[in-house]
């Protein structure tokens, strides 16, 4: 007998599951009402609103769940660490110190650079004991070798030590080498992926050696070599799943000559051509018995994928959300109750407008707090921002910096621009009929007269909207938190942040008593607070460094 399918009764968090909200509020609301509400079922106008409240907040619940990697992304993808984060290399607590430290320094200026040696050089002939050379190894056909080598020397002199000295770092030429053989293959790769891992093991061991030589050469008497032979390359394919073996193999000279074995210099690095092998027919491709014939077009697409640089600034750690934007609950009610886009005042009688404004202007008070909590939700980055100076609305401040434009509010200070605020909001102008709930929305009225009613009100409102000033926007700055509120709660931000930095918040307390910036003791600890933060990465790695001789 067939079983009978059962629904995955999925659990929910609390904060997402709509059955325990509405639970909770049902049972709230018989404790808190007694006997004068007994009418609980859905069909109830109160129910409804309770059900439609619980919906968002399942909603603000979800959001709230995101990852923070989410959270702190911005559109694009991209998380602004401008007065927010700092990246590691970027606070971190010492400079480049020991050779190992100063070379994984220098890969880290250019993609161009495949590897780095450095030799210290004898004292005759130099002020300084600690003088090094820096050898680069870069990729082929690089065009702006100067430039890149002037980089390097500029950004070590950013990080010298107290008794360094760098000269200009040298390029080490690079000889080409191919292979010739028969390469076996394990299982056909139509993509040809297996070149590239093949190129980069075969890389990666020249590197290696290469490396080690240029370490060990503490001072330069004579020129020092090593030797790769073409057994290393071949063990070094063991781990490759594609490549049953490499046999027959010999190493191509760029004059065309055989040899065993690659001579390695700390003077002259070495590169071997797979791709070009592969695309000359030195190195023969086998798989079941069979050559395989590589065009020369995938070939060059392989080699373009190889050495084609990658400029990364920012990595991307999460996905951008907009968290901000809030879907009214008014939208969601049957249309009976005519609230919601799909309503019309104009198809209403006035007994009904009052009617349905009258339960608008209930509903728009959840909206507003719920909405609230979507902006707080959304400014966790500003909330943990370095600046202490910032506005609670964006849509506010873009319309006060239109006004400006518009040679509008020039006589006052743009709203909210103050020391940060710690409390967010939303505007609901693009709630449904909303104009009329709000406090003088037709102020404006006079401005836009000899026009047609309904002209005139939308007009208006737009006007009103335009206005930092307005009443509503008022009431939302004031009541959302006072000045004091902010500036207490924004203090204690900013002191968990200088202690997540290591920086103890009594000792800039204790140093900013006497201070006078503002008039007001508490903005001002948060004015040097704030400045130490943001420029945190400068006072922090780079306080052990010597004078920077190459700035201007």
Not at 267 to 289: H, P, R, W
Request: with cysteine; proline share 4%; charged share 20%.
């Amino acid at each position: 007998m067939r079983d009978e399918l059962e629904m995955n009764n999925e659990t929910f968090a609390q904060v997402k599951d709509f059955k325990y909200l509405r639970q909770f509020a049902m049972e709230s609301i018989q404790e808190l009402s007694g006997s004068a509400w007994t009418n609980l079922n859905p069909s109830d106008p109160g129910v409804t609103i309770l059900e439609q409240a619980c919906y968002a907040l399942t909603e603000l619940g979800y959001c709230s769940s995101f990852p923070i990697e989410d959270i702190l992304t911005e559109s694009g993808n991209r998380i602004r660490f401008l007065d927010q984060f700092y990246k590691p290399d970027e606070i971190f607590e010492r400079t480049p110190v020991t050779i190992s430290e100063l070379r994984h320094y220098i890969k880290k200026i250019s993609k161009d650079i495949l590897s780095v040696g450095c030799i210290i050089l004898d004292s005759e002939g130099y002020y300084s004991r600690g003088t090094y050379l820096f050898k680069l190894c870069v990729i082929p056909d690089l065009k702006d070798v100067a430039d890149l080598q002037k980089e390097v020397y500029f950004e070590l002199n950013k990080v010298r030590g107290l008794g360094e000295m760098f000269t200009l770092p040298d390029v080490v030429p690079t000889i080409n080498y191919r292979l010739q053989g028969t390469l076996v293959l394990e299982s056909a790769s139509p993509d040809l992926l297996f070149v590239q891992v093949l190129n980069k093991a075969c890389q990666n061991l020249i590197v290696l050696k290469w490396e080690e030589l240029s370490d060990s050469v503490i001072s330069v008497r004579k020129e020092t070599c090593t030797k790769i032979s073409v057994y290393d390359f071949s063990t070094c394919t063991n781990d490759i799943n594609e490549i049953q073996n490499l046999r027959d193999l010999s190493i191509i000279q760029p004059d065309g000559s055989h040899t065993d074995y690659i001579e390695i210099c700390v003077n002259k690095f070495a590169t071997l051509d797979i791709v070009g092998s592969i695309n000359s027919k030195s190195l023969k491709v086998v798989f079941n018995n069979r050559n395989l014939d590589l065009t020369s077009d995938s070939i060059s697409a392989i080699k373009d994928e190889l050495f084609d640089k990658v400029v990364i600034n920012y990595p991307n750690y999460g996905s951008y959300r907009d968290i901000s934007s809030y879907y009214s609950i008014q939208e969601t009610f049957p249309a009976l109750y005519k609230i919601g886009s799909n309503s019309s005042e104009q198809a209403q009688s006035n007994y009904e407008i009052a009617i349905s404004r009258q339960l608008r202007g209930y509903l728009l008070m959840i909206d507003q707090i719920i909405s609230n909590e979507f902006a707080q939700l959304s400014n966790v980055p500003e909330l943990f921002s370095f600046n202490v100076l910032n506005v609670a609305n964006s849509e506010v401040l873009n319309n006060y910096l239109d006004g400006v434009r518009n040679r509008k509010f020039l006589s006052y200070p743009a709203p909210e621009l103050y020391f940060t605020p710690t409390y967010y909001y939303n505007t609901l102008y693009k709630v449904p009929y909303v104009g009329p709930l709000l406090k003088h929305y037709n102020q404006f009225e006079q401005e836009v007269s000899g026009l047609s009613s309904p002209i005139i009100e939308k007009l208006a409102f737009e006007k009103y909207i335009a206005d930092p000033y307005n009443p509503y926007n008022q009431a939302l700055m004031t009541g959302s938190a006072t000045q004091k509120n902010n500036i207490e709660r924004k203090n204690e931000i900013i002191n968990h942040l200088l202690a997540r930095h290591g920086i103890a918040p009594t000792l800039i307390d204790n140093m900013t008593n006497d201070s006078v910036y503002t008039g007001v003791e508490l903005e001002d600890k948060l004015l040097v607070k704030s400045s130490l933060l943001r420029n945190f990465g400068r006072l922090s790695c780079r306080r052990n460094c010597a004078t920077n001789f190459w700035l201007p």
